[in-house]
Structure formats: structure tokens, C-alpha cells
């Protein structure tokens, strides 16, 4: 009979007994960097117990690597990729990755098949860490990221539950900043267009109008909801002119909305701030272009990303940072000027 052929135990076998991902368990073996002490240990343990010896191929190519993190979406539109707050967010999280050793994997997980693949990629530990924006309330990631070893870091606060690890805007300040600039104005009977309401974001955006409005002894139930789009924002704007013809000041929770609420206003027949002053949320690039220009609220968008990256990496080296909140401030132009 032939020798039966001994099997050595592989670095995926040494990483699974270890608890760790295949990238991290490759850094360790080779003494680089990012990699905390109790990995390495666990690291090291699993190998002497499974007799794993890397060969020198497998070491040259582990030291030419540092693993990679994935940035999944949960969005299969098109249109998502020329976003103006998607593109920034990436822009921050590609700026902060290329000071580590982590290549950037961006992975669409929509539709079932999106988030099977993402489902196995999380299991097979070929990735170091993942990334999300935040997710609306009954949206099937959540339960991979439930599921997920892996250190997973999200954009924004979930609806419900709770996360471990989150970067946020103050998104509630900032909205009642806005709703104060309105009533500081002169303003008094203001509404506000939301987002969709089973975002956090979007839910703490209309909080902080809420909030404004009560202390100035004003009611808050001229709401109309939409969908964070020019378009959203436009027929949002129609709906509430139809019911409250006598608003004379808009909070819309986002800059794209508040574009859409401005072009109805102007087909209406409305002066804008004379008639109706309008104030957005984001200070993307679309609010200098509007006519006249929008007051928003200005958020840090590339330092999001930025964030999320950095706590990420810091996970991944073995630390445990605390949730981050980055603040937000108003920016008066002429679509809301100051002064009564």
C-alpha cells in the first residue's frame, strides 16, 4: 500500500481554533504590526496545539499584507455611488485606511444574493472588520451584524438596539439649531420635511425640531416625510402648501430636500426667504448652487468616514474605543438670513 499522506494543518485552521481572522492570524505569525497582544497569544497557542509551520512562501506573501476590512451597503441604486454624502463618507474611510496596513473591500448587500456573499465572508474570516452605514430598522444585516465575530463599526446609531461601536453626528443639536435660526428670524409658523422615519438620523432630525419648537411655545405638527431626494423634498413641499398655504419657514432634514422644497415654493409663487425662508441639513455641494444659496447645517461628512475607519483599525489592533459624536453648526446664506 502507497504511504498515507500526512496533512498539514493550514493558517485558516490555525485562525478559526484561535478565533481570529485569517489576516490577523497571518500578521501575527509574522510579528507585524496592529495585532494585540492577547491575539497574538491566542494566535500563537493555536498553532503550537495544531503543529502549523508556516513555509517560507506563505511567510512572504503574509509580510506583503496587512488584510482588509469591507465597507457594505445596503443599497443596490446606482445612483448611490454619485451620492455627494456617500462619496465623501469613502473619501474619509479610503484617507484613513491608507495610513494601516488594510486594503478597503466595498461590497453591495442588498439583494439576497449581496448578503449571502457578505453572510460568508464574515465566516470565513478572510476579513479583519466591517463597516455600515446605518441601518433602517427591518433591514436583513442587522442580523449578520448581530451575528458577526468580527468588530463591526457603523455610521450612525441603529434605530433600535443598541451598538457597540458607532460613529454620529450630533444630528439633534444641529436640527434644533436650524428651527432656533427660523424663530430667531422672526419665523412662526415653520414645518419640517423629515427623512424616513425608520432612520436614526432621521428620527433625531425631527427630535431636535420638536425640541425647538416647544421651548418657544410653538406647535410642531406641520410634518410632511419624505425621502432625504430632490424630488422627495419637492413634492414633500407641495403637500404642505396644499394643507398650511400661510408656512413661512421650512426646516427640511436634508440639502437635497431642501432644494426640492425650494424649486415648489418658486413654481408657487413663493419668495424665498421673503415669503418662506428654508433651511437644509448636510452643507453639501448642492446647497451653494441652489438660488438663492441654502442655510444648512453643516455636518462633517469625509470626518465620518474618517472616524469610522480610525475606530476600526484601533479595534482590530486590539483596543476598545468608545462611541464617537462630531459635532455640527449652522451656515446662514440667503435662503434664511439672519435677523427679524
Do not use: C
Not at 488584510?67 to 484613513?96: C, E, M, N, R, Y
Not at 422615519?197 to 406647535?219: E, K, N, P, T, W
Not at 394643507?243 to 440639502?255: K, M, R, T
Not at 474605543?321 to 446664506?333: A, D, N, Q, Y
Request: aromatic share 4%.
Amino acid at each position: 500500500m502507497p504511504d498515507r499522506v500526512l496533512k498539514l494543518p493550514t493558517l485558516d485552521e490555525v485562525a478559526q481554533r484561535a478565533g481570529v481572522s485569517r489576516s490577523v492570524a497571518s500578521r501575527a505569525m509574522n510579528n507585524a504590526r496592529n495585532v494585540s497582544p492577547a491575539k497574538r497569544e491566542a494566535v500563537a497557542r493555536a498553532a503550537t496545539e495544531l503543529g502549523y509551520v508556516p513555509n517560507a512562501t506563505a511567510r512572504a506573501l503574509a509580510t506583503s499584507t496587512g488584510g482588509s476590512v469591507v465597507f457594505a451597503v445596503s443599497d443596490d441604486d446606482p445612483a448611490l455611488f454619485g451620492d455627494p454624502f456617500f462619496s465623501q463618507v469613502l473619501v474619509g474611510v479610503a484617507g484613513a485606511l491608507d495610513r494601516s496596513e488594510l486594503d478597503l473591500t466595498l461590497m453591495l448587500a442588498s439583494s439576497e444574493r449581496g448578503q449571502a456573499r457578505l453572510d460568508r465572508l464574515l465566516r470565513s474570516r478572510r476579513s479583519d472588520g466591517l463597516m455600515l452605514m446605518a441601518l433602517r430598522g427591518d433591514d436583513p444585516l442587522n442580523r449578520l451584524v448581530a451575528a458577526s465575530e468580527l468588530p463591526v463599526v457603523l455610521g450612525g446609531r441603529p434605530l433600535r438596539g443598541e451598538a457597540r461601536w458607532y460613529v454620529d453626528v450630533d444630528n439633534r443639536g444641529g436640527a434644533r439649531l436650524a428651527t432656533e435660526h427660523l424663530l430667531g428670524s422672526g419665523r412662526t409658523r415653520i414645518a419640517t420635511i423629515t427623512g424616513p422615519m425608520d432612520l436614526q438620523a432621521s428620527v433625531a432630525r425631527y427630535d431636535g425640531f420638536v425640541d425647538a419648537m416647544a421651548v418657544a411655545g410653538r406647535g410642531s405638527d406641520m410634518v410632511e416625510h419624505a425621502d432625504f431626494s430632490f424630488e422627495g423634498g419637492a413634492q414633500a413641499m407641495a403637500r404642505l402648501l396644499a394643507v398650511h398655504p400661510d408656512i413661512d419657514g421650512v426646516f427640511a432634514a436634508s440639502d437635497n430636500m431642501a432644494a426640492g422644497a425650494v424649486r415648489t415654493l418658486k413654481a408657487q409663487g413663493r419668495r424665498v426667504p421673503d415669503d418662506v425662508a428654508v433651511v437644509g441639513f448636510d452643507d453639501l455641494e448642492i446647497a451653494r448652487h441652489t438660488e438663492p444659496a441654502l442655510t444648512t447645517v453643516s455636518q462633517p461628512i469625509r470626518g465620518l468616514g474618517q472616524e469610522m475607519a480610525t475606530m476600526l483599525v484601533r479595534l482590530i489592533g486590539g483596543e476598545s474605543p468608545t462611541p464617537v459624536i462630531l459635532p455640527t453648526r449652522l451656515v446662514v446664506r440667503g435662503s434664511a438670513p439672519g435677523g427679524v
